[in-house]
Structure formats: structure tokens, C-alpha cells
């Protein structure tokens, strides 16, 4: 043991012991050689309950597993940005909002804003986000690196710093191209309707005109025969 040799250590020994109560503890011990003179007789040493600080640290990496799980198979796209833009953070789905045209490392450091088909959308947001605190929702459209645009679906919230200042967004999209593609389909479906409807109405107008005008000449004449002064 390097202690009973007179060597020193650099850091304390981590120990879980059972106490009395049957329950698992951990403990911290520092220790030193106990000397009777020279002559190293035993050791010495201070012990600290460390439990909560190695439960809380427990509970720490548990969560961080359980939040890289949810991030790394999410199917909506996580990110992160500071307020000019600038991309902090963003989940491996991008790969399939982007139809594999982009990736985690082709992001990150690059500005949002270049990846909008129309700029102009991120300061709508911006704005949004200063007023609101938080958006959901809203339509943007996102420009691919052949050029290609996906319709996408964002929602994102403020986050303040430490000084309760604006620091960071963090959000998430989705792409809305069947959404869209199922409105689109709507919208053309009711123009057909309307069309097909005022094609009717007209009909049933000319009808109605071609039926009038014969039966104005035959009342006319009804309403004239039956008048005493009329000869044969």
C-alpha cells in the first residue's frame, strides 16, 4: 500500500459501504501515514458521506442518456441557436428533413439564416419570439443544398441567459409537405366544386330564360282573350 510506504496520493479513495440502517452509502476517504516518529505505525484519515452527490451525479447521467436517446432518434429536427442565428446545436433528423443533403457537422457553426428559402421568415420569428416569449407552428420554408425547398413547421422558445437577457432559441421543425400537398389538394377540390357550381347555376339560368320567354308571349295573349270587348 503506496500510504504505508510514506508515499502520498493525489486523489481520495471512493468507497460504498452498508450502514447500519441497511442501506448502500457512498463514502470519500482521505488518508495519510500515521507516524511514531519515523516509523509509519498506521494510517489516518478522514472519511465524507458523499450519497447524494453520487446520486444526484447518477441521476445526472441518467438523464443525459435518456435526453442524447431522444435527440439522436427524434424525428423532428432539435436545434439550437444563439440570437444572430448562429447554429449551436441540431438533431440527427436533419438528415431526413433534408432528404439526406445535410448533416449534424454540415450545420453547426453556420448561420440559420442562410438556410431559409425566404430570410425575412427569421425575423418574423425573432420578433415573435421578443414579444411572445414562444411560437408554434409557424410555416417556414427550408432551402436545400440542390436548391430544392421543404415546407417545414416551427416552434421555438426564448431562453434567457443568467442576466435575464435574450440568449438562445431553441426550437424544433418538422416538414409539412403532405400537409401541404393534402390542403393544396382541398383548396383545387373546392375551386372545382365553386366552378362546377357556377356551371350549373348558369345552366338552370339559360333554362329558365328559354322557358320564359315562349310562356310571356302565351300569358300575355290568355290575359287578353278573356276581355268582353274582343271579337272573334
Aim: net charge negative; glycine share 8%.
Amino acid at each position: 500500500m503506496l500510504i504505508m510506504k510514506g508515499e502520498s496520493t493525489t486523489t481520495n479513495a471512493e468507497y460504498e459501504v452498508i450502514g447500519k440502517d441497511g442501506i448502500l452509502y457512498s463514502i470519500e476517504v482521505m488518508s495519510s501515514p500515521y507516524y511514531n516518529g519515523k516509523e509509519i505505525i498506521g494510517i489516518q484519515g478522514i472519511a465524507n458521506n458523499i450519497t447524494k452527490r453520487k446520486r444526484s451525479d447518477k441521476a445526472l447521467r441518467e438523464s443525459e442518456e435518456k435526453y442524447h436517446g431522444i435527440f439522436d432518434n427524434v424525428q423532428d429536427v432539435y436545434y439550437e441557436t444563439l440570437l444572430n442565428g448562429t447554429i449551436l446545436e441540431v438533431s440527427p433528423s436533419i438528415s431526413i428533413l433534408s432528404k439526406g443533403q445535410y448533416k449534424m457537422d454540415d450545420l453547426i457553426g453556420k448561420s440559420m439564416i442562410d438556410f431559409y428559402a425566404h430570410p425575412e421568415e427569421r425575423q418574423v420569428i425573432l420578433t415573435e419570439l421578443k414579444t411572445k416569449g414562444a411560437i408554434t407552428d409557424f410555416e417556414v420554408t427550408f432551402r436545400n443544398r440542390d436548391g430544392s425547398f421543404v415546407p417545414c413547421s416551427v416552434s421555438a422558445k426564448l431562453v434567457l441567459d443568467v442576466n435575464g437577457q435574450p440568449g438562445k432559441v431553441i426550437g424544433s421543425m418538422h416538414d409539412i409537405t403532405d400537409r401541404k400537398n393534402v390542403t393544396e389538394a382541398l383548396k383545387l377540390a373546392k375551386e372545382k366544386a365553386e366552378a362546377s357550381d357556377k356551371l350549373k347555376t348558369d345552366f338552370l339560368n339559360n333554362i329558365s330564360h328559354e322557358v320564359r320567354t315562349p310562356l310571356n308571349g302565351i300569358l300575355g295573349f290568355a290575359e287578353i282573350m278573356p276581355q268582353s270587348e274582343i271579337s272573334e
